[in-house]
């Protein structure tokens, strides 16, 4: 029997785990999945029987803050993620392997878990029609690497705005023809975990579910797990009950920003952005940017760089007046509803209008 | 992992007046169904707090309102668990940490004695080995004199 070949449960009594243990890691597990503590027996059931996937771990336009997320997950931890959970068989950045013998580890990965390993991607790639100088790995482009490893995967899971929708590098003008995996993989099933990064949990809770029950979760219309992307930030701030009283910080200084107050006004993307932010936190559960008093800034969603400035107030209805705005607790749903559509347009119509800057423009600003 | 605790933070303004964000109150509502629920079907309740928007206080807020109890626990195993009954009878606070201190979850326990401290059924298969094990060292071990 292979390290692989053990079930999680034998894994763990192996290292002299005890039955609590083991119910307390499945409660940490259900918090982690974002799912109610009632599924615990079911999760421990699961578990007991789970075993570990292959998982292939692609960078391909990235900046690597994506797995600095990932090292940040605190339950599992990224050790115990890698012993316990998973069997990580190929990442640039946490093998120790390099050069000829990485890519070996890679191809022998694929072989051996033909039709079966997870393979997870972060970054974006310059799309079938681009100039493929612009990234490559041991010399093959982005483009031939990602449909090689996706013809034997069970599941792709794209990991960051980049990998999920093109984030940075297609940014408008996309210089290098950035294209998200979800425009080039379209015969296997693509999980986003979309953020810059994504919440270190959120990452850990998909593959744990995946894990847990064989199969992805429920996705959103962008292909988004919905346990951690059903809710925008909106909806879950613990500071919506002063939008709700229409009370705003105007600056960043003022009495409404020492008293917590909401930061709409001062551009906060949260009705228009689906995260977990808000429950999940970040740096081990401690806060999360709104609770630092910052706006959000919508990095999970798509074309988010484009969206215009990140300190201008998202557009409100042209009817919605003062006392409209006051009532908002009322018609919550709506006004944010169709705050995001009016922030779609908005996008759209930031992204056609941007030109590209030179150089000597730069220097003549500086 | 994260290295967080070797950070010095230094705060150096006043934080200000207390903020009350109304998230604590809710949760006491719902432990009142719960505790309906125990009393009259045995039927037991957990509500994980990590997935509750609390703002900075709400917790302790909500601690402060349930109180401390009689009772307090704690279990060893993957790194620290504490378990503390509240003034209400009935109504735990289970605070799972792993081995850096590090808080894996928060559950709120509508229930005569919380799930991790009752003895594991699959735990409880292996008791009589355990003791047996104990009992052939024990005789096998030279008795002390007295």
Redesign the interface.
């Known amino acids: 029997m292979t390290v692989t070949d053990k079930t999680l449960g034998e894994r763990l009594r192996e290292h002299g ?5 083991f ?3 499945c ?2 597990t ?2 982690m999945m ?1 799912l ?3 599924m ?1 027996p079911a999760i421990a059931a699961a578990l007991e029987k789970a075993r570990r996937p292959s998982v292939i771990w692609l960078s391909f336009q990235e900046c690597t803050g994506c797995t600095e997320s990932l ?2 997950s ?2 599992p ?3 115990d993620l890698i012993l316990s959970v998973i069997s990580l068989d190929y990442h640039h950045t946490l093998q120790a392997a390099a050069g000829e013998a990485a890519e070996a580890a890679r191809e022998q990965a694929m072989q051996e878990n033909h039709g079966e390993y997870l393979l997870i991607v972060d970054g974006s790639l310059p799309g079938p029609d681009s100039n493929p100088g612009y990234s490559t790995i041991a010399g093959v482009s982005n483009y031939a690497m990602l449909m090689e490893a996706v013809e034997g995967a069970a599941a792709v899971v794209a990991v960051g705005t980049c990998a999920a929708f093109g984030g940075l590098p297609e940014a408008s003008p996309n210089p290098t023809g950035a294209v998200s995996v979800m425009d080039l993989v379209k015969d296997k099933p693509v999980i986003n975990v979309s953020g810059c990064p994504p919440v270190p949990m959120v990452i850990t809770g998909v593959l744990a579910h995946y894990l847990t029950f064989g199969r992805l979760p429920e996705l959103d219309q962008y292909h988004r797990p919905l346990a951690f992307f059903g809710q925008s930030i909106h909806d ?4 919506r ?1 002063f939008y709700d009283k229409g009370l705003f910080a105007e600056t960043f200084d003022d009495e409404g920003a ?3 107050w909401c930061l709409y006004r001062l551009g906060c993307k949260g009705p228009s952005t689906y995260n977990a932010c ?3 936190r970040w ?4 806060s999360w940017p709104i ?1 630092s008093g910052h706006p959000c800034l919508g990095c999970s969603e798509p074309r988010f760089w484009d969206a215009g400035s990140f300190y201008a107030p998202l557009s409100v209805p042209t009817d919605a007046s003062g006392e409209t705005l006051l009532a908002a607790g009322a018609v919550g749903a709506a006004i944010g509803g169709a705050v995001a559509t009016l922030a779609r347009r908005k996008v759209k119509t930031e992204a056609a209008s941007r030109q590209p800057v030179t150089v000597e423009e730069l220097e003549q600003k500086l | 992992m994260s290295g967080l605790h070797s950070i010095p933070v230094r705060v150096e303004s006043d934080p200000g007046p207390h903020t009350e964000h109304g998230n604590a109150v809710p949760i006491l509502h719902e432990i009142r169904h719960a505790l309906g629920r125990l009393i009259e079907s045995d039927a037991e309740t957990r509500i994980d707090l990590n997935a509750i928007p609390f703002g900075p206080g709400d917790e302790e807020r909500l601690v402060g309102l349930l109180g401390m109890g009689e009772v307090s626990a704690s279990v060893e195993a993957l790194g620290p668990t504490r378990v503390q009954e509240t003034a209400v009878p009935g109504v735990w606070l289970v605070d799972y940490r792993n081995a850096e201190g590090e808080r894996l979850a928060l559950h709120l326990e509508v229930a005569a004695i919380p799930g991790i401290l009752r003895t594991q059924r699959e735990d409880l298969d292996t008791a009589i080995a355990e003791l047996d094990a104990r009992l052939q060292s024990g005789q096998a071990a030279p008795r002390l004199e007295s």
């Open positions: 785990i005890s039955r609590r243990g119910m307390k890691f409660a940490a259900a918090s974002a109610p503590p009632s615990i090292t940040r605190h339950s931890t990224v050790e879950r701030c613990y500071r009950p020492k008293a917590g808000a429950t999940m740096n081990s559960g401690t609770e």
